[in-house]
């Protein structure tokens, strides 16, 4: 153990290794557009730069006029299939996310018999290995889920008779193990973390084979384990409309990175789960929750347009909130009109609130979408409008489910891994190179000098 003189040599030295690291590795910003450099992969125009094909889904904020690009409602296609048209079949059936990871999967809807046959084995595949709860999950909990869902992946490695086989039908099976897992996984973490870093009763309760993944969830996690058949729907469509976006978005694109290696499935996974803890990605409903709790204490009438307008401008000016002069969950990379997954979420949040008895707080979420999109469409001079994203409406729909913010980055995660795996298949199966993109050295070369020298 050192000693407190010992420390305070050591936090010396490494105040002084960090001023190294701030100054030496500063590129200036000219350099970046000298060299036509797509920083984040962006365009000027913010567009995407193009890095590869995929054919499992579609995401769609414009419409092609005469040669010219118009914003329009957003569109999210499945496998080619619409997201509202999705939608609509949903209202025959409680529980979706299972039908819509089979069709992610495998390129098409699965008929009743198939459905079944998929729903069994996902109810199999989502026993955990013996003793792996005590083992794994509840030694040396973690504060935050998603670095406990990435080591509880990464140890599954060691439970797999063929960890580093990466033939289709090995990586699909431990595909299909991760998706009907990973909720489990993310409920006992919160729960261990819960009991050993805030002194919460312990109740770990194990899911029921004939219950839907959202009902499970909702089973597993509350103290009582009851939930009525709204709350569970709603969850389910949250699910649904998380379970894949396109393979640009940064975990999916990642995903696509690492499986290019020919790594193993858990080392990508928990590659994927990295990325999305990012606040910049997966953490972005945290953001809105609690930006809006900052405008609930300081809006005191949230019927009043002016009053919630003068706050808003208050955060864009940075005289509130965090002083980023951001409005979360406001704007997309694609969407411009409208964010059909936020669309969808939005009705849902605004049935569940009124089961909840909280329709004034559906109302204000109303509202300040509403005022943000004409304010920062007007601050920011755009010809594009600004739409809501579905970060804007999710934070809201867990809270009202009861679901902790701890969980919110989880929950996604649990529903993007049907994405995930279906993106790590379609890689694999295409065979292609290992993802290597180009940086540019803008450095100097120097000439070596001897220690004693320098």
Known sequence: MLNEMDRKVRDERLAELVRYCMTSGVIDPNLYEEYDVKRGLRESDG????????EISDVMGFKMVNGRKIPAPGELYYQGYNIMDLKKG???RKFNFEEITYLLLFGALPNERQLQAFIDILAQYRELPNKFVRDVIMKAPSMDVMNALQKSVLTLYSYDENPDDISVPNVLKQSLSLI????????????????????KSLVIRYPKPELSTAENILRTLRPDGQYTELEARVLDIALVIHAEHGGGNNSTFTTHVVSSTGTDTYSAVAASLGSLKGPKHGGANLKVENMFAD?????????D?????????KIMNKEAFDKSGLIYGMGHAVYTISDPRAVILKEYARNLSV???????????EKVEKTASELLTSRKNLSKPICCNVDFYSGFVYSMLGIPKQMFTPIFAVARMSGWSAHRIEELVNEGKIIRPAYKYVGHHRKYVDLPDR
């Open 90 to 92: 949903f209202e025959k």
């Open 305 to 313: 347009d002016g009053e919630i307008r003068d706050y808003l401008i």
């Open 295 to 303: 405008i609930k204490t300081n809006v005191k009438n949230w019927t």
């Open 180 to 199: 009907a897992s990973l909720p489990l996984i993310s409920v006992y973490a919160y729960h261990a973390y819960q009991h050993y870093h805030n002194d």
């Open 355 to 365: 089961e909840k008895g909280r329709e004034e707080e559906f109302g204000l979420y």
């Open 47 to 54: 567009k995407g730069v193009l890095t590869g094909l995929t």
